[in-house]
């Protein structure tokens, strides 16, 4: 491992290390309706950071068009928990394995980002691992429409981050975004990814 990835592993671990609260939807919206009694399932999203001595990228996937939920979105890979599953952990490596072809053996786990809650009901857990050597993604073609990698430092930068909104379900709502090229990353993922990048810059 070369000098520039042993500073990025460093700054990773010493960001999961600072203590932090718990993310949200509602942060920066917090006149968005919460349902009432709501149970939150719990999920987990593996934050797989890419290094391999030509700088560090951090991969994503694109949905594909045709599901049902956040069709064409930005997205870690992940997923809800399952019978089964070690927690959130086993639910990012689990889910990674299925819609990129990431083998789980091949992750080492530095830790976890605390669960972020989504409008849609959803506890989401974000698991930093780190990935060494050449890996080709296999897309799992029913989920995934591409898998695709972003420079750390790109999402890891608080001042490429900015807040815009849309109308939904009958009024504005209000989210982080950090665009990269053709992929507008937004939403749950641009706010996990905005407090990734709060820690890193402490």
């Known amino acids: 491992m070369d000098g520039a990835d042993l500073d990025i592993e460093a700054r990773l671990r010493a960001a999961l290390a600072r ?5 949200s939807d509602y942060d920066i919206d917090p006149g968005l309706p919460q349902p009432t009694g709501r149970t939150l399932r719990q999920a987990g999203v593996l934050v797989a950071v890419h290094l391999d001595g030509d700088g ?3 991969w994503l996937t694109k949905r594909s068009a045709r599901l049902r939920h956040h069709p064409g979105q930005i997205a870690f890979p992940g997923g809800k928990v399952d019978q089964g599953d070690d927690g959130p952990v086993g639910a990012a490596l689990r889910e990674a394995h299925e819609e990129i072809g990431l083998d789980p053996d091949r992750v080492e786990i530095l830790g976890t980002l605390p669960a972020h809650e989504t409008v849609t009901g959803f506890s989401v857990t974000p698991v930093v691992g780190l990935l060494r050597g050449p890996f080709a993604p296999v897309p799992e073609a029913g989920e995934v429409a591409e898998a695709f990698c972003v420079p750390l430092a790109h ?3 608080p001042t490429r981050f900015r807040i815009e909104g849309r109308r939904w ?5 209000h989210y982080y975004v950090v665009p990269w090229g053709p992929y507008y ?3 749950a993922t641009a706010r996990m990814l905005r407090s ?6 402490r």
């Open 155 to 157: 999402v890891t930068d």
């Open 196 to 201: 990734l990048a709060e820690r890193m810059n």
């Open 169 to 173: 379900q009958g009024r504005r709502r």
């Open 185 to 187: 990353i937004w939403g």
């Open 19 to 23: 203590r932090g609260d718990a993310s």
């Open 56 to 58: 560090s990228r951090l």
